[in-house]
């Protein structure tokens, strides 16, 4: 107390601009009508948090890039990490879906947007939960690269690590990326075949290009195991993304198989990296190389 003035200055580490929000309100409304005291002061102090913005892209579309996001996000927070998910596939949003927030829509407090809950630990933005995925479609390149940006600059709170779920190729909202929120790794996710492995390359050469260092590639859909025989077959091939990885003298993170349950998991909002199977196992793996990456990266 200075005279009349009751000053209390709050550690707000953690906390979303909601939580501070009321916080705040509260504490000025308890003190307000204590005797002795004219004015309120709060102070609202919170650490700044080191936030590193990880990209997860593919040189083509439907290899797996949002499934593999999702679980990583997923598989990360299980290893302890504070993890978000942007959906930045402006033109086919599946985040909303793969992390079970579907029709939930965002508020908007000082002008940021405050991420979406998911019953996973792990907070998201999508596009997919602003507008009708059609809308979007509609959209010219500035207005991606607009959208981008407030789903990146939202509220992210305590956030450590924001994987950022790109849209396949190398169109304006890569090249925004680079400019504007200059992505600290890019993890590549391919199909073994070598049209989607060239693709990759492509990808790979675009983050190159803008100093992004490529933490590695994964391999998905790799070895089908046929639920009625038991017999394995590789649809697409298997080993060619580890191949490449080494003609390309690149970490080689991991293999997720193609396996139904991941499909089924994935369209019913139930990452198969919360739970206890293989796949778990699998998607947990690369998590763990990825951390490795961030810990080496902040020593
Ligand atoms: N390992 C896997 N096994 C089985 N199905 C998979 C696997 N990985 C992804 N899928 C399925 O393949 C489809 C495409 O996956 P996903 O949407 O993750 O790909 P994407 O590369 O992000 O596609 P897009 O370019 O459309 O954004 C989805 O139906 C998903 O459930």
Redesign the pocket.
């Known amino acids: 107390m200075i005279g009349e003035r009751a000053i209390v200055v709050v550690d707000a580490s953690g906390l979303s601009a909601g939580e501070r929000d009321a916080v705040e309100k509260k504490i000025e409304q308890s003190l307000g009508v204590a005797e002795g005291v004219a004015e309120v002061r709060v102070a609202m102090m919170a650490d700044k948090v080191e936030r590193r913005i990880i990209a997860v892209g ?1 040189g083509k ?8 996001t999702t679980n990583l996000a997923v598989a990360l927070k299980r290893l302890g990490l504070k993890v978000g998910v942007v959906d930045a ?1 402006i033109y ?1 949003p ?1 985040q909303p879906k793969l992390l079970a927030t579907e029709g939930q829509k965002p508020q908007a407090v000082d002008d940021k947007l405050v991420p979406i809950a998911s019953k996973y630990g792990v907070p998201s933005l999508s596009i997919g939960h602003l507008v009708k995925p059609a809308q979007a479609l509609a959209w010219r390149g500035p207005m991606a690269v607009g959208a981008l940006a407030q789903l990146i600059d939202a509220d992210w709170g305590d956030v450590e690590v924001l994987l950022i ?1 790109l ?2 190729g190398t169109g304006d909202v890569q090249l925004s990326m680079l400019q504007k929120h200059k992505p600290d790794g890019a993890v590549l ?1 391919s199909t073994p075949q070598d049209l989607a492995l060239i693709d990759a390359a492509r990808a790979g050469q675009l983050f190159d290009t803008g100093g992004v260092p490529i933490i590695g590639l994964v391999e ?2 790799a070895g089908y195991q046929c639920p009625h025989c038991g017999e394995t077959s590789d649809p697409f091939g298997c080993g060619g993304v580890e191949a490449a990885a080494g003609r390309l003298e690149l970490p080689f993170l991991g293999r ?5 349950a ?2 089924i998991a ?2 019913s909002g139930e990452p198969p990296a919360a739970g206890d199977g293989e796949e778990a196992a699998a998607f947990r793996d690369i998590a763990q190389k990825l951390a490795d990456w961030l810990a080496r990266e902040a020593a």
């Open positions: 593919s579309g439907g290899v797996g890039k949002s499934t593999l596939d086919g599946s779920d849209p396949p996710v998905n859909m997720i198989p193609l396996n139904m991941i499909r994935g369209d």
